[in-house]
């Protein structure tokens, strides 16, 4: 398998080819967690993944709590369901914690103060309540927490991972804390490794061709961690050795030269790039050092491989897209980039 074919299945696995997915929640829902700190971004990222997408849809799906969003992985803002954010918090949430530590402790934040601004938000957003961040910081002044600096978005990243809070629609363009118990049925509490196991099989379902360290970079767990959930999961996977690293995978390989001559507009942190440790294979090799931060650009994709990137500016009636390609298109590769462009004005219309 060459890297061509490696960036071709992810294409596969992870819906941006042959999408089977018509709602914006069944797309999060298979992907487990999809990185969501640039919002609008974020939600092109579902949409790309679903048939016939529309901004609008997505919204309204984290609108009804049908997709929430809150700090999970590593700690990154995610996507997540309903169904699967209070077992994936539970399993995360520590390491997290163990990150925020330092900061914790240069911010004079202790138990006491997060038991404190924990009830404050419980109290506050009782009743289905939905509050704007703005208003979290007159409800936490009004109690004598101090919110400057990093402290209040510490304070509301450790009610999110205590499963206090989560997010809920949003206020204009402001968005709103809600409390999880109003967005999130109630779930059966997962051993650690029922856990640890549950995820790998989402991780490499949806994102495979994938290797443990990817996996246990993606996840923010241990090398260790990862090797025992994907022990667990082996049967359901095939495997392949390339330049000495094994690589994970459904046991379906599907045809991939229907893909040939298809392109993309992906967003920043794509979990297309986002997902693993080492991105080369998601590069075509004649762009390798124009495309190295291309992790952080939204990224243009031609046959299965960054080949440039592209900038959206929104006009009162109209959506500017400009791409900057990393080197000659032919014909065909052309109007497949002009066909995602106007997938992308669709989806935004």
């Known amino acids: 398998m060459k890297d061509h074919h490696l960036a071709s299945l992810r294409i596969y696995h992870q819906q941006i ?54 700090h999970l992985l590593r700690p990154t803002w995610h996507f997540v369901s309903p169904h699967d954010i209070r077992w994936i918090l539970a399993l995360t949430a520590p390491r997290i914690n163990a990150i925020n530590a330092s900061y914790n402790k240069k911010f004079e934040l202790n138990d006491a103060v997060f038991s404190k601004s924990n009830d404050l938000l419980a109290n506050a957003l ?18 004598g927490i101090v919110t400057d600096d990093l402290r209040f978005t510490l304070l509301l990243m450790r009610a999110e991972l205590d499963q206090v809070i989560c997010s809920g629609a949003r206020a204009g363009k402001q968005f709103t804390y809600a409390l999880l118990d109003d967005r999130a049925p109630a779930a059966v509490t997962l051993k650690h490794e029922e856990a640890l196991t549950r995820l790998a099989s989402g991780y490499f379902a949806s994102r495979g061709p994938a290797t443990v360290h990817d996996f246990a970079i993606w996840a923010g767990l241990t090398v260790t961690e990862a090797g025992v959930a994907l022990e667990n999961i082996k049967p359901e996977l095939i495997s392949e050795t390339i330049y000495n690293k094994v690589y994970w995978m459904p046991a379906y390989i599907p045809p991939t030269t229907a893909q040939k001559n298809r392109a993309y507009l992906l967003p920043a942190f794509d979990e297309f790039a986002i997902a693993y440790k080492d991105r080369d294979a998601a590069v075509n090799p004649l762009y390798l050092k124009q495309a190295r931060h291309v992790i952080f650009d939204p990224a243009v994709i031609v046959d299965d491989q960054v080949a440039g990137t592209w900038k959206r500016t929104i006009k009162k009636n109209s959506v500017e897209v400009n791409l900057n390609l990393f080197g000659q298109l032919n014909k065909t590769q052309s109007k497949a980039v002009e066909a995602a462009v106007e997938a992308y004005r669709k989806f935004l219309s």
């Open 126 to 143: 009782q009743g289905n309540k939905q509050l704007t961040r703005p208003e979290l910081v007159d409800l936490f002044n009004g109690a």
């Open 17 to 70: 080819y042959h999408q089977q997915f018509k709602k914006p929640e069944e797309v999060v829902k298979y992907m487990v967690a999809m990185q969501a700190q640039d919002y609008a971004g974020a939600k092109w990222a579902v949409g790309l993944r679903m048939q016939n997408p529309k901004e609008g849809e997505i919204e309204q799906a984290i609108t009804d709590g049908n997709i929430l969003r809150t």
